[in-house]
C-alpha cells in the first residue's frame, strides 16, 4: 500500500489504557492524525485465553487496515504478546509495547528487572524474553500479573474511592517485588498502569518506572523520518476515537489524562465472542 504524509497513525487497545500511549505521541509528534480503537466491551483482555485474544486483536487490525494507518502501535501490552499472530491483517509496520519496553530496559544500567503486567502478559513470560534477548548483561527479570488493576484504573479515574481500591490492589501486587525482592526498576508492562504513576510514585517514590510508551513513539518518530513520512509541521493533527465501550465514558476519560485536540469520539460495534 502507498502511505501519505497525511495518513493516519492507529492506535489500539483493548479500553482506554493506550491513551498513555496516544498522549506520549502527541507530545512527541504533534501534527500527526492519530486514530484510535479501544475495546472497551471486551476489556479486561488479560483474564481471555489466547485464542480469543487473537481473534479480538484480529478484528481491531482490520479496522485500521481498512484506514490505510501508515503505522499501527500496538499499544496493548497483552496483544503485543501475540502480536505475530495479528500482523498479517496489516499492511503497514507494527510498534509494539512489549519490544518498545524491553528495548527500553536494555539501556538501563540495572540487574533486577520487576514487571507488572495482565495476567495474560505474566503468563506468556513474553517481557523476561525479550528483555534477556535484548539485554547485553545478565538481567533477572521478575514479574507479577494482576487479574483487577487494568478494569479498577478502566473506570476509576478521577474517583476518590475508586482510586484508593487502585491503590490498595497495586500495593497487594508491588509491595513484595519492591520491598522484598527490590527490584531496581519496575516496567509498566500494561498501558493502564502509566494512567496511575501518580499513585505509583506516592506509595514507592524511590522505584523508577519504565513507560514502554516513551520508546514507542520514538520508534514511531524514527520510522515515519526512515521514510519519509513525517506530516508536515504547522498544522497541527487530531485524535479521532472510537470505542466498543460506552462513548461518554471514553470522551471523559480522553480529557482527564490530558489528550488534546480531540476531533471525535464515535461508537464502534464489537466483535461478537
Ligand atoms: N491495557 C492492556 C495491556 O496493556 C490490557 C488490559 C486488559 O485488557 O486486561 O495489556
Redesign the pocket.
Known amino acids: 500500500m502507498q502511505y501519505r504524509k497525511d495518513s493516519p497513525i492507529g492506535v489500539i487497545?483493548?479500553?482506554i489504557?493506550?491513551f498513555s500511549v496516544a498522549r506520549q505521541v502527541q507530545k512527541l509528534l504533534p501534527e500527526e492524525n492519530l486514530i484510535y480503537l479501544g475495546d472497551g466491551a471486551h476489556?479486561?483482555?488479560?483474564?481471555h485465553p489466547q485464542e480469543t485474544i487473537v481473534a479480538m486483536a484480529r478484528y481491531m487490525f482490520r479496522f485500521m487496515e481498512r484506514r490505510q494507518v501508515k503505522a499501527l502501535l500496538v499499544?496493548?501490552?497483552?496483544?503485543?504478546c501475540v502480536v505475530e499472530q495479528c500482523e498479517s491483517a496489516v499492511s503497514c509496520p507494527t510498534i509494539n509495547?512489549v519490544q518498545a519496553g524491553a528495548d527500553a530496559v536494555s539501556r538501563m544500567d540495572v540487574e533486577k528487572v520487576g514487571v507488572i503486567?495482565?495476567v495474560?502478559?505474566h503468563q506468556s513470560r513474553c517481557y523476561p524474553r525479550r528483555i534477556r534477548a535484548q539485554s547485553p548483561k545478565k538481567v533477572v527479570v521478575l514479574s507479577c500479573g494482576c487479574p483487577d488493576l487494568?478494569?479498577l484504573v478502566e473506570h476509576n479515574l478521577g474517583d476518590p474511592e475508586g482510586m484508593a481500591q487502585v491503590e490498595d490492589n497495586l500495593r497487594k501486587e508491588l509491595d513484595h517485588m519492591v520491598l522484598v525482592d527490590k527490584i531496581q526498576c519496575c516496567v509498566l508492562?500494561?498501558?493502564?498502569y502509566p494512567l496511575v504513576t501518580d499513585s505509583i510514585h506516592k506509595l514507592y517514590p524511590d522505584l523508577p518506572l519504565v513507560d514502554p510508551a516513551e520508546q514507542m513513539a520514538l520508534d514511531l518518530r524514527d520510522y515515519l523520518d526512515r521514510e519519509g513520512l513525517r506530516r508536515e509541521a504547522g498544522i497541527p493533527g487530531r485524535l479521532d476515537i472510537f470505542t466498543t465501550g460506552d462513548v461518554k465514558e471514553y470522551a471523559l476519560r480522553a480529557k482527564q489524562v490530558g489528550l488534546e485536540r480531540l476531533g471525535s469520539v464515535a461508537f464502534y460495534p464489537p466483535m461478537e465472542l
Not at 476489556?43 to 483474564?47: D, K, R, S
Not at 508492562?189 to 493502564?192: D, L, M, Q, S, V
Open positions: 487497545d483493548s479500553g489504557g493506550g476489556i479486561p483482555y488479560g483474564n499499544a496493548c501490552n497483552t496483544i503485543s509495547a503486567s495482565t495474560f502478559t487494568a478494569r508492562g500494561c498501558t493502564h
